[in-house]
């Protein structure tokens, strides 16, 4: 059966974004695939080198995993730092990581950019931490958001160097992958083009209703279009894009006639899509609050998880030793 992993940072608060980019996929391929999703909280020190309650936000992530529909007695659910061997792998895989090449990565790129007091070793190689992730699983597809299609292609990269360097048919190439479509980027409400969770710009999961009022009252719009079919400024045509994927279809076409004939209120749209998103999240806020709380749930699940992540993860770990020529005496 094939094989899909993928894994978040505990930064934060999950948004819209990576509900809609990510974790509605896992939701969705845990009953059709072997399915192992993770908490990547290895990755979350490259930005967060000193987190005030690094265990609080692990804990935080698996509720909201758990909440949004992972079964852990289906899908493997695990924190990334409880297993070793990846840790392992990825130490290896930096011996045939280059150095320009990694340099050359859009998001690394991007780090230099916000983070210049702290271009670490660790985000010049967070690509190949997250090969080591997927590898070890031998997972082939890796359901993401469109902005982390750049490190799956250096990891069917690393996949396929592996096979090359030592002559094998080890790995196999992994690909981002989104249930039924292609990979989603869901914009802020603030006219840019991700929603995130430094930009300040998102819903959250755990958003109370009068909250997710009040932010999408305040997203970015314009004076309104002023001529028929007129083409839709940034923030607008995000408000249009997250209402395609919360609201119903018929709510859509209302508003885009409307805005097509220079009609539209976009008062009246906006509280719509907020109601549409407070009906959408309301469950599954209350479900993460109730989980958060339970925390001998919460050990059974991550000690279940681990059992199996480390199975799957030492079997490859043994092999890739044996491939690169390392023997016991
Ligand atoms: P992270 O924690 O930044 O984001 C988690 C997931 O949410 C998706 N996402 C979005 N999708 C659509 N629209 C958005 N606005 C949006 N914002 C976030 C991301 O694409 C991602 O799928 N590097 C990964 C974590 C990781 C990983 C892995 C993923 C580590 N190892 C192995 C897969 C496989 C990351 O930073 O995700």
Same mark, same amino acid.
């Given at each position: 059966?094939?094989?899909?992993?993928?894994?978040?940072? #505990? !930064?934060?608060?999950?948004? =819209?974004?990576?509900?809609?980019? %990510? =974790?509605?996929?896992?939701?969705?391929?845990?009953?059709?695939? +072997?399915?192992?999703?993770?908490?990547?909280?290895?990755?979350?020190?490259?930005?967060?080198?000193?987190?005030?309650?690094?265990?609080?936000?692990?804990?935080?992530?698996?509720? *909201?995993?758990?909440?949004?529909?992972?079964?852990?007695?289906?899908?493997?659910?695990?924190?990334?730092?409880?297993? #070793?061997?990846?840790? *392992?792998?990825?130490?290896?895989?930096?011996?045939? %990581?280059?150095?320009?090449?990694?340099?050359?990565?859009?998001?690394?790129?991007?780090?230099?950019? !916000? @983070?210049?007091?702290?271009? $670490?070793?660790?985000?010049?190689?967070?690509?190949?931490? @997250?090969?080591?992730?997927?590898?070890?699983?031998?997972?082939?597809?890796?359901?993401?958001?469109?902005?982390?299609? #750049?490190?799956?292609?250096?990891?069917?990269?690393? %996949?396929?160097?592996?096979?090359?360097?030592?002559?094998?048919?080890?790995?196999?190439? #992994?690909?981002?992958? $989104?249930?039924?479509?292609?990979?989603? +980027?869901?914009?802020? =409400?603030?006219?840019?083009? /991700?929603?995130?969770?430094? %930009?300040?710009?998102?819903?959250?999961?755990?958003?109370?209703?009068?909250?997710?009022? /009040?932010?999408?009252?305040?997203?970015?719009?314009?004076?309104?279009?002023?001529?028929?079919?007129? @083409?839709?400024?940034?923030?607008?045509?995000?408000?249009?894009?997250?209402? !395609?994927?919360?609201?119903?279809?018929?709510?859509?076409?209302?508003? +885009?006639?409307?805005?097509?004939?220079?009609?539209?209120?976009?008062?009246?749209?906006?509280? @719509?899509?907020? *109601?549409?998103?407070?009906?959408?999240?309301?469950?599954?806020? *209350?479900?993460?609050?109730?989980?958060?709380?339970?925390?001998?749930? =919460?050990?059974?699940?991550?000690?279940?998880?681990?059992? /199996?992540?480390?199975?799957?993860?030492? +079997?490859?770990?043994?092999?890739?030793?044996?491939?690169?020529?390392?023997?016991?005496?």
């Amino acid at each position: 059966m094939e094989i899909v992993l993928s894994g978040i940072r #505990p !930064t934060g608060n999950l948004h =819209l974004g990576n509900y809609f980019g %990510a =974790l509605q996929n896992f939701v969705k391929m845990q009953y059709e695939y +072997k399915c192992y999703f993770f908490i990547a909280d290895l990755h979350s020190l490259t930005t967060h080198p000193t987190p005030a309650d690094l265990h609080g936000n692990v804990r935080t992530i698996l509720a *909201e995993y758990l909440a949004c529909g992972i079964d852990p007695d289906v899908a493997t659910i695990f924190v990334q730092s409880d297993i #070793p061997e990846i840790s *392992e792998l990825y130490l290896l895989l930096n011996m045939n %990581a280059y150095i320009g090449e990694l340099e050359r990565t859009t998001t690394f790129k991007e780090k230099i950019r !916000t @983070q210049p007091d702290n271009v $670490n070793a660790g985000l010049l190689t967070y690509p190949v931490l @997250q090969a080591a992730d997927i590898l070890i699983h031998k997972a082939t597809k890796v359901p993401v958001g469109k902005d982390q299609k #750049p490190h799956l292609e250096i990891t069917a990269k690393y %996949a396929r160097r592996f096979n090359q360097l030592y002559k094998v048919d080890y790995f196999p190439e #992994p690909e981002a992958f $989104n249930f039924g479509e292609n990979l989603v +980027k869901v914009p802020g =409400l603030d006219g840019s083009a /991700k929603m995130g969770k430094s %930009a300040g710009n998102g819903i959250y999961l755990v958003d109370e209703p009068k909250v997710i009022r /009040k932010k999408v009252m305040s997203a970015v719009t314009d004076t309104g279009p002023t001529e028929p079919n007129q @083409q839709m400024t940034d923030g607008v045509k995000n408000l249009f894009t997250i209402m !395609t994927i919360v609201s119903a279809q018929d709510t859509v076409a209302h508003f +885009k006639e409307k805005y097509n004939s220079c009609e539209i209120r976009y008062g009246d749209m906006k509280k @719509q899509l907020a *109601e549409d998103i407070v009906t959408y999240l309301t469950p599954i806020r *209350e479900k993460i609050n109730d989980i958060y709380k339970d925390n001998d749930y =919460l050990r059974k699940v991550v000690n279940m998880g681990s059992e /199996k992540a480390r199975e799957s993860a030492s +079997k490859t770990l043994r092999e890739v030793r044996e491939i690169i020529g390392f023997k016991p005496f």
